[in-house]
């Protein structure tokens, strides 16, 4: 398959931080999707909510499964453009490893919680676990990632934390663009999410399709499902109707995007950078989406059972950090070290590299009056 002009060709990378012999029989950026996949981070995405927690139910998403589906929609859509499979797969993969325990609840309380301390930000955690917290290498702290990987995972960043990021967080600064496949990761990131939210949302029972019948995107195919199928079953009509709202939102990406693409025809991924943005949803196909997501907003991201865990994961989080920081000798051995250097940072590390379980047996551990 031969990459187009515009996508990100391996053999032009900007490189990697720690200079390194080039990988042998794969291309840099299959090398990079392998060293994620080997990451202790992206193991423990399998225990990470995405909305519901892993105890919850065996078939909801996790993390893990949602970096997966956003990984294969985003390869299939670069294989239609000729942009780099592997650099897509790579950052999709590890767009999540910076996430806390208890999903977006967990990261509100830990950007709370470090609020006189710099904060907390899930995309920038996501390159420090690459730059620096993964142990395996002798040579070198966390995966050593070339730039364009890097680029790809850091999806947002404040002004203020751009400024310490050297040439990585330049264009927060002075609105460039990344790759195209990073803009095609945060893209698939976003179909997989409003999808398999819904797929999670009816199972639960906390959505039903009675009131998704308000969603444009949804009803549209729902009425075409149950127009030529009349009886199907409730599980396989859910199924049809997401199936085809993927595939509607991936072919209006496409058209789009082919279409700006042609516009501008950017020459190199430098083109791509300095072009406005061109993985894109056409208006009406970005106001359906938009009204989705704003409909799960609503109904089951803030549905009063969401809400209960919600509330009880930040309550899990505040103590956990308030606990670690009053008596940094309650942390384990191996953090005891960093601890020294910068206690808060340390302990931001700490939690957020746990899973829901680990966190809720870690409160425990700490809080419970009887051990289990
Ligand atoms: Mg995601």
């Known amino acids: ?178 790759s195209l496949e990073a803009q095609l990761a945060n893209l698939a990131d976003e179909i997989a999410y409003n999808n398999h939210d819904v797929d999670d949302g009816l199972r639960s029972g906390l959505i039903t399709l009675e009131q998704l019948a308000e969603v444009e995107l949804f009803e549209r195919h729902a009425m075409i499902v149950r127009k030529a199928y009349p009886d199907i079953s409730e599980r396989r009509l859910v199924h049809e109707i997401v199936r085809r709202m993927i595939n509607a939102l991936v072919m209006d990406l496409l058209q789009t995007t082919q279409q700006r693409i042609a516009d501008h025809k950017p020459q190199s991924i430098e083109g791509v950078r300095n072009s406005g943005e061109l993985i894109a949803f056409s208006d009406s196909m970005r106001a359906e989406s938009k009204a989705l997501k704003k409909f799960l907003y609503d109904n089951l991201y803030r549905h009063y059972r969401v809400m209960r865990m919600s509330e009880k994961a930040k309550r899990i989080i505040r103590e956990l950090f308030d606990a670690f920081m009053s008596e940094p000798r309650l942390l384990p051995t191996q953090h005891q070290e960093k601890a020294q250097e910068n206690l808060s940072r340390t302990v931001a590390d700490y939690i957020a590299g746990m899973t829901d379980r680990y966190a809720m047996r870690e409160h425990r551990r700490l809080f419970a009056v009887e051990e289990d």
């Open 1 to 178: 398959m031969t990459l187009a002009a515009y996508a990100a060709h391996p053999e032009l990378t900007k490189g990697r931080r720690h200079a390194e012999p080039p990988a042998q029989a794969r291309s840099e950026f299959q090398r990079d999707r392998d060293r994620i996949v080997h990451s202790t981070g992206f193991r423990r995405l399998e225990y990470k909510t995405q909305v519901f927690v892993n105890h919850e139910g065996d078939l909801f998403r996790t993390r893990l499964t949602h970096s997966l589906e956003v990984a294969q929609i985003g390869r299939s859509i670069a294989r239609v453009l000729a942009l780099n499979e592997d650099l897509t797969e790579a950052i999709a993969l590890a767009h999540d490893l910076g996430h806390t325990p208890f999903g977006h609840a967990g990261q509100d309380a830990l950007n709370e919680c470090m609020r006189e301390h710099g904060g907390f930000e899930h995309n920038l955690q996501s390159l420090r676990v690459v730059d620096q917290l993964e142990e395996h290498y002798a040579e070198f702290d966390g995966l050593n990632l070339c730039y364009e990987t890097r680029e790809g995972i850091l999806k947002h960043c404040s002004k203020e934390n751009a400024k310490q990021l050297g040439e990585l967080g330049k264009r927060f600064l002075n609105g460039r663009r990344p």
